[in-house]
């Protein structure tokens, strides 16, 4: 899904969830949608990274979830590198949503590509 710039992520979380999700893995920006969560995807358990600073106070164990987590997501961040560094997709090239989405996603299927090439190039086993 593409949306303009002046969308935040948190409101098109629904738009993103089709309701078999086992887990939900996000940012700090998709804290606080428990609620969306569990109406949309009942069966997904909540993954999103947690505020650690309350008033001051660094709360230790969830800095440490939030470690884990984080690791977890940075395996995706892969393609977004990829997408961002080899393809040069830093800036809209076109005006309109419709064709820069179509530009994204295209560009989206060639980084899976990318990411792949190794296992793709290695010959069949008879």
């Given at each position: 899904m593409a949306t303009a710039a002046?969308?935040?992520d948190a409101t098109v979380l629904p738009d993103l969830l089709h309701g078999g999700e086992t887990q939900v893995w996000g940012d700090?920006?998709?804290q606080g949608q428990t609620d969306i969560l569990k109406k949309h995807a009942p069966k997904a358990r909540d993954l999103t990274n947690r505020r650690t600073r309350y008033k001051g106070v660094v709360n230790e164990t969830e800095r440490?979830?939030?470690r884990i987590k984080s690791q977890t997501r940075s395996r995706v961040e892969h393609a977004f590198g990829v997408i961002k560094g080899l393809f040069h997709f830093t800036k809209v090239r076109y005006r309109g949503l419709q064709k820069n989405a179509h530009?994204?996603?295209?560009t989206c299927a060639l980084a899976n590509l990318y990411l792949v090439r190794k296992r793709l190039s290695r010959p069949l086993r008879a």
């Amino acid at each position: 899904m593409a949306t303009a710039a002046n969308v935040h992520d948190a409101t098109v979380l629904p738009d993103l969830l089709h309701g078999g999700e086992t887990q939900v893995w996000g940012d700090s920006a998709y804290q606080g949608q428990t609620d969306i969560l569990k109406k949309h995807a009942p069966k997904a358990r909540d993954l999103t990274n947690r505020r650690t600073r309350y008033k001051g106070v660094v709360n230790e164990t969830e800095r440490a979830r939030n470690r884990i987590k984080s690791q977890t997501r940075s395996r995706v961040e892969h393609a977004f590198g990829v997408i961002k560094g080899l393809f040069h997709f830093t800036k809209v090239r076109y005006r309109g949503l419709q064709k820069n989405a179509h530009r994204l996603f295209v560009t989206c299927a060639l980084a899976n590509l990318y990411l792949v090439r190794k296992r793709l190039s290695r010959p069949l086993r008879a």
